[in-house]
Each structure stands twice: as structure tokens, then as C-alpha cells.
């Protein structure tokens, strides 16, 4: 099985301030068809997972532009550029390499300072 | 709109059985596969299983193989789990979720599934 790791599993941001998750996989996540297949979910509180970025960097309908995700191989990183009150919860990375075997990090919990 | 409906979580004691139900609309059902994923309480997410379109291909992760059966019926949109020889550690909430656009796309609110005695 891949295993994937995020890092920080909690953070705290200001509202307007800039925060930054990383994802490694314990393989490469690069396909032989040449995409990558890594994903960014955000589960609100009380909520099921939204998809947020698919294929590393590629936001998914409707998402803030706030939101934007960066990497390659097996490193990945979600960046949110200026955290609004409605960011809070857990965000997920998820590696898609073997559909349907898909595996998730820990999850890495945000809140609002 | 996409929308999945989950039912059918509930009490249930050890080795007991259970089926859930994933109600779809908004979208053309039979055009493609559809997954399980738990969530156990406070814990990350799972993947459970999944079925192709026809459902013809299935697949589950090692923790349920052999205990529990996914199957959908197109006519009536929807998506199903058996769950039998239930453990303790099968207590989470069990989410559908689809593969339209992209994987895991779109998920329904789930359904909880407590296993105790």
C-alpha cells in the first residue's frame, strides 16, 4: 500500500494569513500516462470530504482560488493564501495512483486563531 | 445537482449483519463506478470498496473482504453495502461517494454504523 504523510497534523492561522500543508508519499505518485494522481480533500466540521484540487494542482468546481496545490513525485504541498473563518477542518491528501485503491494521510486539522 | 443519500446505519451487535443504501440523483447513475469510504469516530478516512458501471468489476480493502458485498441496481439509482460477521472495529461512519468527473468527487453525508453489544 501507498502511505501517504502530512505534516503539520494541526495549525492555527489568523484569518488573512497564509498557511501551507505538505503531503509525501511513500512512492511515486506519477502515472505511466504522464499525470499525477493527487488529491486535496477538506472535510468541515459536521461535514463528508469536498474535493478541493485533483491531479496535484487543478481546483476542482467551485473552489476558492485562494486554494492551490503545488508538487510532484511524491512531494505535495496545498497552500491557501489568505485562511477565511470558513477554511476551518480537516484537510485530507489522497493518492489515486491504483484506482480503486486509493489511500488518505492523517488528516491535518485547521483552525482559526 | 449531485446529490447521495445514505441510509441504514444503526446498532448492531457483533458477528450481526447489516445493509446500507446509497440513494443517487443529479447525475447519470449507471455511467459510473461508485465507492465505500468509513470514517471510525475521530479517526481518518477509509476506502471501503468500489463497482464498476455494470457492476461487473469489484473491489474491497483487505479489513472487509470476504464480510462485506457492494451492489448497485441502475434502475433505481442506487448503491448498496452488506456488511456481515460485524466487528467492533467496523463502527464508523460509512460514506458513498462517486467518480464523475474525477475520483471521489462528490460523497453523500454518510450513514453511522456502531457495533457493540
Known amino acids: 500500500d501507498i502511505v501517504m504523510t502530512q505534516t503539520p497534523l494541526s495549525l492555527s492561522v489568523t484569518p488573512g494569513q497564509p498557511a501551507s500543508i505538505s503531503c509525501k508519499s511513500s512512492?511515486?505518485?506519477?502515472?505511466?500516462?504522464?499525470?499525477?494522481?493527487l488529491y486535496w480533500y477538506l472535510q468541515k466540521p459536521g461535514q463528508s470530504p469536498q474535493l478541493l484540487i485533483y491531479?496535484?494542482?487543478n481546483r476542482f468546481s467551485g473552489v476558492p482560488d485562494r486554494f492551490s496545490g503545488s508538487g510532484s513525485g511524491t512531494d505535495f504541498t496545498l497552500k491557501i493564501s489568505r485562511v477565511e473563518a470558513e477554511d476551518v477542518g480537516l484537510y485530507y491528501c489522497?493518492?489515486?495512483?491504483?484506482?480503486?485503491?486509493?489511500?488518505f494521510g492523517q488528516g491535518t486539522r485547521l483552525d482559526i486563531q | 445537482e449531485v446529490q447521495l443519500v445514505e441510509s441504514g446505519g444503526g446498532l448492531v451487535k457483533p458477528g450481526g449483519s447489516l445493509k446500507l443504501s446509497c440513494a443517487a440523483s443529479?447525475?447519470?447513475?449507471?455511467?459510473?463506478?461508485m465507492n465505500w469510504v468509513r470514517q471510525a469516530p475521530g479517526k481518518g478516512l477509509e476506502w471501503v470498496s468500489s463497482?464498476?458501471?455494470?457492476?461487473?468489476?469489484?473491489h474491497y480493502a483487505d479489513s472487509v473482504k470476504g464480510r462485506f458485498a457492494i451492489s448497485r441496481d441502475n434502475a433505481k439509482n442506487s448503491l448498496y453495502l452488506q456488511m456481515n460477521s460485524l466487528r467492533a472495529e467496523d463502527t464508523a461512519i460509512y460514506y458513498c461517494?462517486?467518480?464523475?468527473?474525477?475520483?471521489?468527487?462528490?460523497w453523500g453525508q454518510g450513514t453511522l454504523v456502531t457495533v457493540s453489544s
Open positions: 489522497m493518492q489515486g495512483l491504483h484506482l480503486p485503491w486509493i489511500t
Open positions: 461517494a462517486t467518480n464523475t468527473i474525477q475520483p471521489f468527487d462528490y
Open positions: 512512492q511515486s505518485l506519477l502515472h505511466s500516462d504522464g499525470k499525477t494522481y
Open positions: 463497482i464498476s458501471t455494470s457492476g461487473r468489476y469489484i
Open positions: 443529479g447525475f447519470t447513475f449507471n455511467n459510473y463506478s
Open positions: 491531479e496535484v494542482s
